[in-house]
């Protein structure tokens, strides 16, 4: 983070005299996944939070105008699923019918544009610093992409932080401060 900011430096922050436009909020979908935000999405294991969002993803993917009675505003982008937290097995039964991957053989699946990168608990990704400058750089290089992370607790896993305490939230604002700028 301080190498980037001394590449990229810093802002003075806003001023009292200072006219501050506020932009209007670009929704992905409406009402509920902002453009450019983290959006949580929080429920107990199991009970589909990974394939609600897939399904909206395969759904905006696809050029459809809504999901589940909620309208898509935005158009294809480039998705990374950060999804450390189940195997490929349940990944593969949830990103086939969503259309994000393709069965090859009966065995076998492969990702299909615009998911562009998918870790799983057996090619997983901690969120490092070394790892969060790798996601910083497919984000300069993949701009306005989508970063799906599932799951928190996964993500941190390794890295000595207790998920319910509050510097447990310390690699998420790493890395919401490596992709700010990226769209």
């Not at 589940?68 to 998705?79: A, P």
């Not at 069965?103 to 998918?118: F, Q």
């Amino acid at each position: 983070g301080k190498a980037r900011r001394e590449l990229e430096g810093t802002q003075d922050g806003y001023q009292p005299d200072e006219k501050i436009k506020i932009p209007k909020t670009k929704w992905l979908w409406e009402d509920l996944i902002s453009e450019g935000n983290v959006s949580l999405v929080v429920a107990l294991p199991k009970v589909g939070k990974s394939s609600l969002i897939s399904g909206f993803l395969g759904a905006m993917s696809c050029g459809n105008s809504e999901y589940l009675g909620k309208q898509i505003t935005s158009k294809e982008k480039n998705i990374f699923c950060l999804g450390s937290d189940q195997p490929m097995t349940d990944w593969a039964q949830i990103l086939v019918p969503v259309g994000l991957m393709k069965k090859t053989a009966e065995d076998e699946v492969k990702l299909v544009p615009p998911l562009k990168r998918l870790w799983t608990m057996d090619r997983p990704i901690t969120l490092t610093e070394e790892s969060i400058e790798q996601i910083h750089n497919l984000a300069v290089n993949n701009p306005n992409s989508i970063f799906v992370l599932d799951a928190f607790a996964s993500l941190i896993s390794g890295l000595g932080l207790d998920e319910n305490h509050v510097d447990a939230v310390e690699p998420i604002r790493m890395l919401c401060e490596a992709l700010s700028g990226t769209g």
